[in-house]
C-alpha cells in the first residue's frame, strides 16, 4: 500500500498534541474536580417527570415547599420539551420526605408521571467508588498480560499508555463540562477500553507479521515497516470507528436522557481511542523498540573494534 503520509516520521507532533490535552485535562480535573452522582457519594437522587415544561426555580420552589433547601447547580432539567427535573441532595431523604415531595409533585404538577428516587448510603458510595476503581485496574492487567504473552512486553505498555491517555481524556471532558460521573460513566470506560485495544491490537498484529517477514535491521527500516504497517490497517481503522460512531450518535441524539452521559463518553472515548491506536500506541513502540536496535548496535560496533 502507498504511504501518503509518514505518520511515524512526524510522532513528536502527535506527541506533543497528546500531552498538552493531558495537562489541560490534569490542571481541568484538580480545579474542578468530578461532578460525583448519588452513586459513587452519599445522597439522594429525585428524577420527575413533570409532564409539562417547568425551570430551575419552580422545581426549587417546590423543593423549598416540601422543607428541603438545594442551590441551583443541583438541579437539572432535560429531557423532550425540559420536562424532567433531577434534584441531587447530599443527605439521604427520609420517608417523610420523599412522601412531601411525591405530594407535592402531583399537587403542583398533575400531569406529572411520578418521581424515581434513588438513595446511597455513605457506606454503599464508599464500595462502589472502590469496585469501579478496581474494575478499571483488573481490566487493565489483564490487558497488559494478554498482550505481553501475545505479542511481547513493549506492546503492552505501548497499549496500556495509549489507554491510560483515552481514560483521561474522557475524565476531562466530564470533569470541565460538570457532566455527572456515574455508574454509566464507568461502563463506558471500560467499553472504550475495549474497542481501543481492538484496534491497537489489530494494528500491533500487522507490525508483527511485517517483522517476520522483512527483519529489519536499522531504525530507518523499522520506522518505514511501522508506518506501512499502520497504513494497511488504516482503512480497517476508520471504518471501524466510523460505523460505531454513527451507532453512539444515534443512541445520543435518540436515546433517552438516562443514557446521554454514556453515549456521550462512548463518543468522546472512540475518537480518541482511533486516535490513540494510530498515532500513540506504535509510534510509541517504535521509540522504544528503536533505542534496543540502537543500543544493540552500538554494543557490536564496540565489541568488533
Known amino acids: 500500500m502507498k504511504v501518503r503520509f509518514d505518520i511515524v516520521g512526524r510522532r513528536n507532533w502527535f506527541f506533543a498534541l497528546s500531552l498538552a490535552i493531558t495537562v489541560i485535562g490534569l490542571v481541568v480535573f484538580l480545579t474542578m474536580g468530578f461532578n460525583l452522582g448519588t452513586d459513587f457519594k452519599a445522597g439522594s437522587r429525585v428524577q420527575m417527570d413533570l409532564g409539562e415544561t417547568v425551570n430551575i426555580n419552580e422545581v426549587r420552589a417546590m423543593m423549598h415547599d416540601a422543607g428541603l433547601s438545594v442551590g441551583q447547580d443541583a438541579i437539572t432539567v432535560a429531557g423532550k420539551g425540559r420536562q424532567t427535573a433531577i434534584v441531587r441532595f447530599p443527605q439521604v431523604l427520609t420517608p417523610t420526605q420523599v412522601a412531601d415531595i411525591s405530594r407535592l409533585e402531583k399537587q403542583e404538577f398533575p400531569h406529572s408521571h411520578g418521581a424515581a428516587i434513588s438513595t446511597v448510603s455513605p457506606f454503599v458510595a464508599q464500595e462502589t467508588s472502590r469496585k469501579a476503581v478496581w474494575a478499571v485496574l483488573i481490566a487493565s492487567l489483564f490487558i497488559v498480560a494478554y498482550l505481553a504473552v501475545r505479542f511481547e512486553y513493549r506492546f503492552a505498555i505501548a497499549a496500556i499508555i495509549a489507554l491510560l491517555h483515552d481514560a483521561f481524556i474522557v475524565m476531562s471532558v466530564f470533569a470541565m463540562f460538570r457532566l455527572e460521573v456515574d455508574l454509566t460513566f464507568v461502563a463506558a470506560v471500560l467499553t472504550i477500553i475495549g474497542y481501543s485495544i481492538n484496534d491497537t491490537i489489530v494494528i ?102
Not at 451507532?247 to 472515548?269: D, E, K, R, W
Open 204 to 305: 500491533f498484529d500487522r507490525i508483527r507479521e511485517n517483522l517476520k517477514l522483512e527483519q529489519p535491521k536499522t531504525f530507518d527500516e523499522l520506522k518505514a515497516l511501522v508506518n506501512r504497517s499502520l497504513w494497511q490497517t488504516m482503512t480497517r481503522s476508520i471504518n471501524t470507528v466510523v460505523t460505531v460512531l454513527i451507532a453512539a450518535v444515534m443512541l445520543y441524539l435518540f436515546g433517552g436522557q438516562s443514557i446521554h452521559n454514556f453515549t456521550l463518553a462512548l463518543i468522546v472515548g472512540l475518537v480518541s481511542g482511533a486516535y490513540s491506536s494510530i498515532f500513540i500506541a506504535s509510534p510509541i513502540w517504535l521509540v522504544w523498540r528503536g533505542r534496543q536496535m540502537k543500543r544493540a548496535a552500538a554494543e557490536a560496533t564496540e565489541s568488533s573494534s
